[in-house]
Nanobody
Framework: QVQLVESGGGLVQPGGSLRLSCAAS????????IGWFRQAPGKEREGVSC????????YYADSVKGRFTISKDNAKNTAYLQMNSLKPEDTAVYYC???????????????????WGQGTRVTVSS
């Protein structure tokens, strides 16, 4: 069964850090692109970051550039989102997703992704 499971969310103070994980099963992440998305209360889901399968090129939304880092460990079949210098506006449910066709280029549109995790909640508050 194809499955993506996020973990690592929780409550953190402004300026703190969290690392989100996305564990894949039923397929290998080596050949596919990965995206991270988030949805804040009352807002539409937005793209945060993505990484291509071909050359591991990475891209970031302007709102998180310089603070977040996307990566993957093919041996562990897991993707990560390292989040530093967190702000209250980063509060959201975070989702990982896999695009079977994303080999290179800019982040694909949201509706192109084939598989989605269940989400993990991140709350940034003092």
């Amino acid at each position: 069964q194809v499955q993506l499971v996020e973990s690592g969310g929780g409550l953190v103070q402004p300026g703190g850090s969290l690392r989100l994980s996305c564990a894949a099963s039923g397929f290998t992440l080596d050949y596919y692109g990965i995206g991270w998305f988030r949805q804040a209360p009352g807002k539409e889901r937005e793209g945060v970051s993505c990484i291509s399968s071909g050359d591991n090129s990475t891209y970031y939304a302007d709102s998180v550039k310089g603070r977040f880092t996307i990566s993957k460990d093919n041996a562990k079949n897991t993707a990560y989102l390292q989040m530093n210098s967190l702000k209250p506006e980063d509060t959201a449910v975070y989702y990982c997703a896999v695009d079977l066709e994303y080999g290179s280029g800019l982040c694909p549109p949201e509706n192109e992704y084939d598989y989605w995790g269940q989400g993990t909640r991140v709350t940034v508050s003092s």
